[in-house]
Nanobody
Framework: QVQLVESGGGLVQPGGSLRLSCAAS????????MGWYRQAPGKQRELVAS???????IYADSVKGRFTISRDNVKNTVYLQMNSLKPEDTAVYYC???????????WGQGTQVTVSS
């Protein structure tokens, strides 16, 4: 079992930046995919960005060019750098880890991001 703890959320003005961190209780080097999801009030949870253990990344169209995901397998931490934030980015952001064999998903408790003037 791996515990994930997010940090770095908060209130920011439109156009501002935040960096989210996801610290794992154990090594993430064997976790095939690490990702960030978000859930806004009244909406389904959606994938924001993911990164495989080999490095390839995927981004939601709505955040391409503004958000960057990275992982540090030495520090067992995944980051989400969010720039040019918009009000529609407001949501609870969750860190996720997916191990293929055996198939397991790990979730953090989430961190609130609010973009408002």
């Amino acid at each position: 079992q791996v515990q994930l703890v997010e940090s770095g959320g908060g209130l920011v003005q439109p156009g501002g930046s935040l960096r989210l961190s996801c610290a794992a209780s154990r090594s993430i080097s064997s976790i095939n995919v690490m990702g960030w999801y978000r859930q806004a009030p009244g909406k389904q949870r959606e994938l924001v960005a993911s990164i495989t253990s080999g490095g390839p990344t995927i981004y939601a169209d709505s955040v391409k060019g503004r958000f960057t995901i990275s992982r540090d397998n030495v520090k067992n931490t995944v980051y989400l750098q969010m720039n040019s934030l918009k009000p529609e980015d407001t949501a609870v952001y969750y860190c996720n880890g997916y191990r293929m064999i055996p198939s397991e998903h790990y979730w953090g408790q989430g961190t609130q991001v609010t973009v408002s003037s």
